[in-house]
Structures are given as structure tokens and as C-alpha cells.
């Protein structure tokens, strides 16, 4: 994998920082062997005046509300309207157990599909992405739950076992939660990140540069709006941390993108990840207060294709999964249709990924669709007859855009 060296040494004030990378396709040139004379922190601490100038609230609220709505899709004595409104939320509605989640006037459906830079003039999309999610949500009540207590088979929804756990699954074999939650990491969690916050056409919207050149703050706040569109991004994957200024010491602190992110940097093929994305949103946001946006630009792009790369790793990771716990004479389905969905639901968070110094993702929609129909056309019904050869196909084919291997992801 590649290995981004951020060498950062304060001293009296001064952080001397050396960037380099093996990906040739990624522009580093910015801050390539370069010195910067700004102070870089330590942790993800920022202050105006002795105050923190560090805000994602709003970030939170959206991932406190993601985990209660993915905690109630397998409580059967919901309603569609009970797990949409934690979907949709309305400011006031009594949908969830936290009364300040109540309160807000954030919703999660409302940021799906809603970056800057992939969806703003692109409402055909976005309208059948959000009916993919709200689709997930209504399935499983009116196919799931009528069925929770029947042993599920080949074209019939109920219950598969799982060792000491039971999966909950459509007639394809499919776990709607799952589907759901991975994909979510990618419509909601990796879109705002990549294409909303980190772009451009956010950071630098409007009189934003000048702003911040003249440390301009939003009224009544502390940060100027540039450090407050960065902070959004860092939140969307730090937002559960217990010290969200030093995050990687208590990564999985959500069942969204931050757990993912802990996954990926626990293979050893990939430690280091973690670090790689953490530093870059560091030094991203030193870069602006510093004023040295060259240096700010590159660190996105370090995150945006480590972000995407979390997401291709584990996709393939759980289509490998998959296809083991398939194979011999005693297959365990329910294991198997487990990783399956999650696979799913990774594969599905492809088409929000992002290519590093370009405008596109790694995987254009249509692509993840063809992913997602192959996945499933083996026979009539869906995993239940997956091939092997079907999920190393996707799994090669997914890897062929990365610099790691089918074998380097599966462990």
C-alpha cells in the first residue's frame, strides 16, 4: 500500500514537514520536499483567542442518529414510519431515545446524496440513491419482520443461524441492516467527506479565502467558515470519538465509517492507514489557519484516496469472507449472507468514492449497478447461489483500481 510520510518536527514554532508517495498518479508537488513554517499540532486542537475553534456538532447528531436507527432494524414491532422518521427526521418528532436528537432540526436522509461536487446538479441520482436507502428501510418491515420466527430458505425471508448469532434475511438471502449501514457509510459518510467538505467549491465558496486570510469568524462562532467546512469533514469519520482530538486511540467508536477505517488499519497490509488519514486532516486544517492552501489541497487528496480506498478493502474483504464460509460440504449460510450483505452494501459505497486530483469516483454508478446485479443473478435466488468464481470476479475487478491485491484485503 502506499505509505504518505509526514514527518513533523516542532521546534520553537517551526513544523518541518516532508511528503512523499509511491502512487505516482497522486500530486504531491504542493508540499513535495517542502518546508512549511506554520505550526502543526500535536493532536486535532485549534484555538482563536484561548477558545476552540474546532465545531462538527451536526456531524455527531447525524451518526447518533444513524446508530439508533440501525439498532432498531431488527426490533420487529416497528413500523416503516418509526425507522423512517429516524431516517428522516423532522425537528420535534419524538423518534428517538435522546431528547437533544429530538430537538435537532438534522436529518440523516437529508445529507445522503447531497455532496457539492457529485449531486448538486445531479437529482436523477440522487433521488434513486435515496430510494435505494428509504427501499432497504420499507423491505424490511413488510418482508423481514413478517417472517422473523420462520426458518429462511431458498426464496422464502426469515431466520439463518450464525453461530451464537441469528441473521435476519430477505428471500435473496440479503440482511437489509447491513445493506443499509455499509451503505450509508458511503452515501452519506464518504460523499460529504470527499465531495462536499473537502472540495473546493465548499472550502473556497464565496468570499470564504478572503475571510480566512483575514480571520474573519462566522457570527457569534469562533472559526471562520473554511475551518468550520474542514472540521465537518473531519467529523463525519471522528464524530463518536471519546477524544475526538486524538481519535485513533479509540477507533470503532461508531458502526459507520470510523469502525471501518479501525478494520482496514488492523490488517497488517494496511497499518498505518489510520495514521495516514488522521495526519492529513491534521495537517489540512494547520494549513488553514496558516493560510497555505496548496498544502490544505494536497492533504485532501491524501484522505480522499485513503477514504476510498477503506471502502474498496473491506469490500473485497467481505466478499472473500463470504465465499469461504460457503465452501465444503457444510456451508454456513447465515455467516455467509452476513459478510455477503455487508459486501454488498461496501460495494455499494464505490460509486462515492473519489479518484485523487480528478472529478470522479474509482466507480461510476452504473459499474457498482453491474456489481450489485452480478452479485446477485446467479439463479433466482440471489445468494443462494452465488458461484466463488462470481464474488473473485468483483473482487478483481474492484481491486484492479487500487495498488493492493484481492489476497492483501482478504486476510
Known amino acids: 500500500m502506499n505509505k504518505y510520510l509526514l514527518a513533523l518536527t516542532a521546534v520553537a514554532g517551526l513544523a518541518i514537514t516532508s ?13 513535495d520536499n517542502c518546508t512549511i513554517d506554520f505550526e502543526v499540532p500535536d493532536s486535532y486542537t485549534f484555538t482563536r483567542d484561548g477558545s476552540s475553534t474546532v465545531s462538527f456538532d451536526g456531524q455527531t447528531t447525524r451518526i447518533k442518529m444513524g446508530q439508533e436507527l440501525l439498532s432498531n432494524f ?6 416503516v414510519d418509526d425507522l423512517n422518521g429516524m431516517f428522516a427526521h423532522v425537528e420535534g418528532d419524538s423518534n428517538f431515545e435522546e431528547a437533544a436528537l429530538n430537538e435537532s432540526d438534522k436529518s440523516i436522509r437529508s445529507k445522503v446524496a447531497a455532496s457539492a461536487d457529485f449531486y448538486s446538479t445531479n437529482a ?5 440513491i435515496r430510494a435505494d436507502l428509504d427501499g432497504f428501510i420499507s423491505a424490511q418491515v413488510s418482508e423481514v419482520y413478517p417472517n422473523w420466527e420462520i426458518a429462511a430458505e431458498a426464496g422464502v425471508a426469515g431466520q439463518l443461524a450464525d453461530g451464537e448469532s441469528t441473521r435476519y434475511v430477505n428471500a435473496n438471502g440479503l440482511e437489509y441492516n447491513q445493506m443499509f449501514a ?9 460523499d460529504q467527506i470527499l465531495n462536499n467538505y473537502l472540495s473546493t467549491a465548499v472550502l473556497d465558496e464565496a468570499e470564504n479565502i478572503s475571510n480566512n486570510d483575514a480571520d474573519i469568524v462566522e457570527e457569534g ?13 473531519y467529523g463525519y469519520a471522528y464524530g463518536l470519538n471519546a477524544d475526538q482530538a486524538n481519535p485513533n486511540a479509540d477507533l470503532g467508536a461508531d458502526s459507520f465509517l470510523n469502525e471501518y477505517i479501525e478494520r482496514a488499519n488492523a490488517d497488517s497490509d494496511f497499518d498505518g492507514i ?15 489557519v496558516a493560510k497555505d492552501y496548496n498544502v490544505r489541497n494536497q492533504q485532501a487528496e491524501i484522505i480522499k484516496e485513503n477514504i476510498s480506498k477503506v471502502i474498496a478493502i473491506r469490500a473485497i474483504y467481505y466478499l472473500q469472507n463470504g465465499k469461504t464460509k ?3 460440504d457444510n456451508p454456513n449460510f447465515g455467516g455467509a449472507f452476513h459478510a455477503l450483505s455487508e459486501a454488498y452494501g461496501f460495494i455499494y459505497s464505490l460509486q462515492f468514492t473519489r479518484k485523487p ?8 454508478k452504473d459499474e457498482v449497478d453491474t456489481f450489485l446485479t452480478t452479485l446477485l443473478a446467479d439463479g433466482e435466488n440471489g445468494l443462494w447461489n452465488v458461484e466463488a468464481s462470481t464474488l473473485d470476479t468483483i473482487s478483481d475487478d474492484i481491486a484492479a483500481r487500487f495498488d493492493f491485491t484481492v489476497e492483501e484485503a482478504a486476510e
Open 357 to 364: 486530483n480528478s472529478s470522479e469516483p474509482y466507480f461510476s
Open 124 to 128: 436523477t441520482d440522487q433521488a434513486l
Open 221 to 233: 462562532k469562533e472559526y471562520t467558515t473554511m475551518e468550520h467546512k474542514w472540521d465537518e469533514a
Open 74 to 79: 431488527n426490533v420487529p414491532t416497528n413500523t
Open 182 to 190: 455499509k451503505s450509508l457509510i458511503g452515501a452519506l459518510m464518504t
Open 274 to 288: 489510520a495514521d495516514e488519514i488522521f495526519d492529513a486532516y491534521k495537517l489540512g486544517r494547520a494549513a488553514i
Open 19 to 31: 511528503c512523499s508517495s509511491e502512487d505516482d498518479n497522486l500530486d504531491l508537488s504542493p508540499c
Open 326 to 328: 460457503l465452501e465444503g
